[in-house]
């Protein structure tokens, strides 16, 4: 889904001393074929560069299907690209777990991990860091590994050292 205003482009975005590097690394990422892990505290501007780069590629990289944005706006796409905040995440694999779930874990990891070409994974660690949503987090980190092709990004409050 992309947003059909301006409030997450980079062009609206307000670079500052505190957020210059996450703004330049995010626009490196748009070219690279390599992950990033952004963290800073609450409004910090993390959420809006990973949206603003998603909603970037997805207009950008057109080709495949049709996939209307939910206001009123379709976008012909090539490469498939999804965003999700961590916590939903999460929510969906828990949900695997019901009886009588009709949707495994493995069917959740191959939707945010097969036939698309990047994954934006944003506010890890707003929910509490477990064994379980680290393990999810590694296993798809681990299948964008093998992929040879990482390019994921990943939102956080939380620094690398606080979240392991």
């Given at each position: ?5 301006n ?10 001393e ?8 995010t ?18 501007g ?7 780069c ?11 299907k049709?996939?209307d ?5 379709s ?6 690209y ?14 695997c ?10 069917d ?17 660690g ?26 994921i ?12």
């Amino acid at each position: 889904m992309t947003d059909s205003n301006n409030k997450n482009l980079f062009d609206c975005f307000q670079v500052n001393e505190n957020n210059r590097l996450a703004f330049q690394k995010t626009k490196d990422f748009m070219v690279s074929n390599k992950g990033l892990f952004i963290f800073g505290s609450v409004g910090s501007g993390k959420t809006h560069l990973a949206r603003a780069c998603y909603n970037e590629l997805v207009k950008t990289e057109g080709r495949g299907k049709f996939v209307d944005n939910g206001y009123g706006h379709s976008y012909y796409i090539k490469k498939e690209y999804k965003f999700i905040p961590a916590p939903e995440l999460f929510l969906l694999i828990r949900e695997c777990f019901r009886k009588n779930a009709e949707t495994t874990e493995m069917d959740i990891l191959d939707n945010y991990s097969k036939n698309i070409e990047g994954l934006f994974l944003d506010d890890f660690g707003v929910e509490k860091v477990s064994e379980f949503t680290l393990e999810t987090v590694y296993l798809l980190l681990d299948r964008w590994e093998r992929k040879k092709q990482p390019k994921i990004f990943i939102t956080s409050n939380l620094t690398l050292q606080q979240i392991t």
